[in-house]
């Protein structure tokens, strides 16, 4: 296991800055792994650490305006510079002093070919960049000098992930409860695949279940754990194969309340961070909550319930966002159950993820609608 002090050692010769890459398949902990040395590092690098999601295909201006905007803390949008202008101002920056710069989830390497992978390289002496990636190549092309590529949990480790939140308060694995469904709740890890990810969601779905060897047997021969999904493609979502059985196990569980509140996230772009009080205005608008209730408790308490199913992550009391996965998972769900486009004089908004902006002229369906 990469440690931060391994992380901070680990510099390639020569100035400027230091490429390691963090890789492994959607669900595996990159990212939770990458937080662990960006937080672990705080004292070698200061404030000068930050944070970007540089998305599928993202527009290069705006990744570099994004990444402005962290480093200099400015709301300015720079809306009228070129490219070249943008990446001057960049290069000013983090020339300064040394750096620690995280893009997340870099799918393709378009964006590092231009002038951006120039600009972060030029960093002061010292300066690390820390990619994650679900792509070897992509770290390979960038030049990572230092390559770290997460495993698959073996059984114990799944199985010790999954027991610790299972267990009731003061229950130990050697209660007679526990010993006469173990044999059951292995057979429940094994189906997960040793993705941390679907783990964490498949044991908050069992803390709702009782600790009976009926309850526990029929989630282990649900239908849904044997079906057999395409391998996922290279599209933007990685849903596909081994990994969307686990996922879909926790989703079908939730009551309909709470699925439809899930899906409705697939309208926000990924790595989409909204505050709870916008996001329950939305669900207000859009009729997704019960009418004639508290309705700001019951939106609250819908959140709660999603981030106990490890279906939303809390970023801290005010805002929440979606896991790149469970954000491929909601795209999913939301375009074989509820993926139609037609228009009527109702019709206010339409969101078209994974559609970009050379793309979107293809999509007239909002021609018709009111004006």
Same mark, same amino acid.
């Given at each position: 296991?990469?440690? #931060?002090?391994?992380?901070?050692?680990?510099?390639?010769?020569?100035?400027?800055?230091?490429?390691?890459?963090?890789?492994?398949?959607?669900?595996?902990?990159?990212? =939770?792994?990458?937080?662990?040395?960006?937080?672990?590092?705080? /004292?070698?690098?200061?404030?000068?650490?930050?944070?970007?999601?540089?998305?599928?295909?993202?527009?290069?201006?705006?990744?570099?305006? /994004?990444? %402005?905007?962290?480093?200099?803390? #400015?709301?300015?949008?720079?809306?009228?510079?070129?490219? !070249?202008? @943008?990446?001057? /101002?960049?290069?000013? *920056?983090?020339?300064? *002093?040394?750096?620690?710069?995280?893009?997340?989830?870099?799918?393709?390497?378009?964006?590092?070919?231009?002038?951006?992978?120039?600009?972060?390289?030029?960093?002061?002496?010292?300066?690390?960049?820390?990619? =994650?990636?679900?792509?070897?190549?992509? &770290?390979?092309?960038?030049?990572?000098?230092?390559?770290?590529?997460?495993?698959?949990?073996?059984?114990? /480790? #799944?199985?010790?992930?999954?027991?610790?939140?299972?267990?009731?308060?003061?229950?130990?694995?050697?209660?007679?409860?526990?010993?006469?469904?173990?044999?059951?709740?292995?057979?429940?890890?094994?189906?997960?695949?040793?993705?941390?990810?679907?783990?964490?969601?498949?044991?908050?779905?069992?803390? !709702?279940?009782?600790?009976?060897?009926?309850?526990?047997?029929?989630?282990?021969?649900?239908?849904?754990?044997?079906?057999?999904?395409?391998?996922?493609?290279? #599209?933007?979502?990685?849903?596909?194969?081994?990994?969307?059985?686990?996922?879909?196990?926790?989703?079908?569980?939730?009551?309909?309340?709470?699925?439809?509140?899930?899906?409705?996230?697939?309208?926000?772009?990924?790595?989409?961070?909204?505050?709870?009080?916008?996001?329950?205005?939305?669900?207000?608008?859009?009729?997704?909550? *019960?009418?004639?209730?508290?309705?700001?408790?019951?939106?609250?308490?819908?959140?709660?319930?999603?981030?106990?199913?490890? @279906?939303?992550?809390?970023?801290? %009391?005010?805002?929440?966002?979606?896991?790149?996965?469970?954000?491929?998972?909601?795209?999913?769900?939301?375009?074989?159950?509820?993926?139609?486009? &037609?228009? !009527?004089? +109702?019709?206010? +908004?339409?969101?078209?993820?994974?559609? +970009?902006?050379?793309?979107?002229?293809?999509?007239?369906?909002? *021609?018709?609608?009111?004006?």
């Amino acid at each position: 296991m990469l440690s #931060s002090n391994d992380f901070c050692s680990k510099t390639e010769k020569g100035g400027g800055a230091s490429i390691i890459s963090i890789v492994g398949r959607g669900g595996i902990g990159k990212t =939770t792994f990458a937080n662990m040395v960006f937080n672990e590092v705080e /004292q070698q690098f200061g404030e000068r650490r930050w944070w970007v999601c540089v998305l599928e295909r993202p527009n290069h201006k705006d990744l570099v305006r /994004q990444i %402005l905007r962290e480093v200099c803390k #400015s709301s300015g949008e720079n809306t009228n510079c070129s490219l !070249t202008n @943008l990446c001057t /101002q960049l290069q000013n *920056e983090l020339s300064k *002093e040394k750096i620690l710069l995280v893009p997340d989830d870099a799918w393709e390497v378009k964006w590092w070919e231009e002038e951006i992978g120039g600009t972060l390289m030029a960093g002061a002496m010292g300066s690390k960049i820390l990619i =994650t990636s679900r792509k070897k190549y992509v &770290s390979e092309w960038m030049g990572a000098f230092y390559m770290h590529e997460l495993q698959e949990f073996s059984f114990h /480790q #799944s199985w010790y992930l999954f027991v610790k939140e299972v267990l009731r308060e003061g229950q130990t694995e050697e209660d007679s409860v526990m010993h006469k469904i173990k044999f059951v709740g292995e057979g429940i890890v094994k189906k997960c695949g040793g993705l941390p990810l679907v783990i964490k969601m498949v044991r908050s779905m069992m803390r !709702t279940k009782k600790m009976s060897r009926g309850d526990w047997k029929s989630v282990v021969d649900s239908k849904i754990l044997e079906w057999k999904t395409p391998a996922a493609s290279s #599209s933007s979502t990685e849903i596909g194969g081994d990994i969307l059985p686990g996922l879909m196990l926790s989703y079908d569980d939730l009551p309909y309340y709470l699925k439809i509140c899930f899906v409705y996230w697939c309208i926000y772009p990924e790595d989409y961070e909204i505050e709870r009080e916008t996001l329950i205005m939305q669900w207000v608008a859009h009729g997704l909550i *019960e009418e004639g209730i508290d309705v700001e408790a019951t939106a609250n308490q819908y959140i709660e319930d999603l981030i106990r199913w490890c @279906l939303i992550e809390e970023i801290d %009391l005010k805002c929440c966002k979606l896991h790149h996965i469970l954000h491929d998972l909601a795209l999913y769900i939301g375009g074989r159950e509820y993926g139609h486009a &037609s228009t !009527t004089e +109702h019709t206010c +908004h339409l969101s078209l993820p994974g559609v +970009h902006d050379a793309e979107a002229h293809q999509h007239n369906t909002l *021609e018709t609608a009111n004006k």
